[in-house]
């Protein structure tokens, strides 16, 4: 009968999210000592906030593999799974990959760089701010970010100067790549640049951004030794590159840029907001379907278990039968 069907069907369905999801949090689990954390509770911890977050609770169950992996603890890694989740729809891209620009941004700065919810708001806000998202600066950013923390330019500063390349419409990729040369100029003592830093003010760039100069302060430095030496500025860079960079910055304005960090430096719900927004009836109605994915998920996870000692049984059947053909002779 149609009735028939329709349940075997859902059954099926429900045993095999159940599979694909215990077996997400089986991966996770060996990440960890399951004797002090239980896998059970965690599963439901993660099913809960899946259905909370209307994000897929086995794409949540990978996010928190590869938090885990990047250095979060297991007893953090839901609220911290939750707040890359919460990145992910604001900035249109993936949980694992909103995992990924968190975690580097965290592992790179330290306590500097604020918490996962605090980062979140500046990528966003660089997503309002210049003409990019969150899905381009988290697929480029984490070439950067060890640059810019070992020479003390904050994610305020990097995030702006994000905003300043983007906003004049140098692609997000591109403008990873000439600041990462900007900073390697402006950075290294035996460089143009680096000597002139020291000739006009005493200091390294990293002496500089220490003492709170933002990266246009710096840059207007350099520039006006430029214009007083009357030398083109693009013959101070060795890097075509980086010149471009550091033109792109100047060329936005010292005074907007400084604007910009500010913003950055401020504590506004920009993550809350998107959410606010995006949360239209067709997001709603998804987020309802995903919840009866996750009872089946419940579902599944019964029936898997009920019928664990007769799948052994099975298993330990075909494995005789396989063991004893494969003894049989040849001939």
């Known amino acids: 009968s149609y009735l028939s069907v329709a349940t075997g069907a ?17 991966k996770m689990s060996t990440l960890f000592d399951t004797t002090q954390t239980s896998v059970s509770d965690l599963s439901k911890e993660f099913l809960s906030l899946s259905n909370r977050t209307g994000l897929s609770a086995t794409e949540l169950a990978e996010a928190g593999y590869q938090a885990l992996s990047a250095g979060q603890t297991v007893e953090d890694v839901a609220g911290f799974v939750e707040t890359a989740g919460n990145l992910a729809k604001a900035g249109f891209t993936t949980t694992t990959t909103a995992v990924d620009v968190l975690t580097t941004a965290i592992n790179a700065y330290g306590a500097e760089a604020g918490t996962a919810e605090e980062i979140s708001n500046k990528l966003v806000r660089t997503q309002n701010l210049g003409k990019t998202t969150v899905d381009e600066l988290a697929s480029s950013m984490g070439k950067i970010i060890p640059t810019a923390s070992s020479m003390g ?43 002139v830093l020291q000739a006009k003010t005493g200091k390294s760039f990293q002496e500089l951004m220490d003492e709170g100069y933002s990266l246009a302060d710096v840059l207007q430095i350099t520039k006006d030794y430029a214009d007083e030496n009357n030398i083109a500025y693009n013959e101070l860079w060795g ?25 950055m430096a401020s504590d506004t719900n920009d993550v809350g907001e998107a959410l606010d927004k995006l949360n239209t009836p067709s997001v709603k109605a998804k987020k309802a379907l995903n919840q009866i994915k996750n009872s089946g998920i419940e579902l599944g996870t019964s029936l898997l278990t009920a019928l664990l000692p007769t799948i052994d049984k099975v298993a330990s059947g075909v494995e005789k039968v396989t063991t004893w053909f494969s003894g049989l002779d040849d001939k």
Do not use: R
């Open 239 to 263: 890097s075509a590159e980086a010149g471009k960079a550091g033109l792109a910055i100047l060329n936005g304005g010292v005074e907007e840029f400084n604007s910009t960090v500010e913003t």
């Open 10 to 26: 859902i059954l099926t369905a429900s045993v095999k999210g159940a599979s694909d999801f215990n077996d997400g949090m089986s």
């Open 153 to 195: 330019v904050n994610i305020d500063n990097l995030t702006s100067g994000y905003v300043s390349l983007t906003k004049q419409g140098i692609a997000t990729a591109e403008a990873t790549t000439y600041m990462n040369s900007m900073l390697n100029e402006l950075g290294d003592s035996g460089t143009k640049l680096g000597g």
